[in-house]
């Protein structure tokens, strides 16, 4: 078998494109342009390519952007106070904070303090629990992303087996919490998966994930997901973006797995895409709701 490569960056433009319509409709009728101000503090030039990344989306879709760049030895601090500006400022609608943080600053409070009307990464412990109550607020991004993929691909994950190999509070997480829901964005079809979320502490790993209809990884170890792994006919949701000698790769051996998968996203050109993209959705919802 050679598995059908589900193309994120093609899913992604098509979703900016629904966007902007949405956001030049709202902005006609309220007069007012979605703002996303992003906050990077210190040098780190992986943090610099994502946060540029989004400022380009921002323009594409025609939301408004500002970037606050502070200097590393910013203090937990100096970082609050800005944090407090930009929710009381009117022109803000989604706040971004870019981690990694600096050591020595406590990401917890910081992402804690920011308002979780405009909290559009979807970290603070109000959405987390929204979500999980199946009322969100905000979708956090990546795993929305994975759930537009895999709908707009034609796959129906109603009843079906998805194991999740990360327990991330920024992917594997909130990714059962979307799965396991009742409904989704794109209808009851992309949700209503019966989850097992799998660690670096669970048992026989390979085991349980051929036992998957689908398989997200979200490991962060390069090319861990092998093909003896995977069940024929499973679809492999890669989520990994690992630095090696030989360029980006994924979490999924992509060549031998490919030949035992039904459907698979490569790295990159996979979920990185739609990561980005789902962030526009957000604020475009945060937008509309400080209008409503
Ligand atoms: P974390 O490091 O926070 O979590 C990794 C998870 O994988 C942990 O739950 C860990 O288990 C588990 N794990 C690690 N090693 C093993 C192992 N040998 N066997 C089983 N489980 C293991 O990573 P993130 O969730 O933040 O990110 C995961 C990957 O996704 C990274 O490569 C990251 O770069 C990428 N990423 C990509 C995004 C995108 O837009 N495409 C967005 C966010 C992340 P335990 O909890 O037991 O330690």
Redesign the pocket.
Known sequence: MSAEIMDGKAISKEIQAEIAVEVAQFTQSSGVTPCLAAVLVGDDPASEVYVRNKHRACERVGIASQMHKLPASTTEEELLELIAELNSSTDVHGILVQLPLPEGIDTLRVLDAVNPHKDVDAFHPENVGLISQGRPRFLPC?PH?VQQIIDRCGIEMTGKHAVI????????KPMSMLLTARNSTRGPQAANATVTI?????KD?AAVCRTADVIIA????AE?ITADMVKPGAVIID????RTEKGLVG?VDFDGVSEVASHITPVPG???P??VTMLMYNTLEAAKLLQS
């Open positions: 990546t992303g190999v990360g327990r991330s509070d920024i992917v594997g799998c660690h670096s502490r669970t790993l979200a490991i962060g170890v861990f989520v990994g973006i690992n979490d996979g979920v990185g739609l990561t």
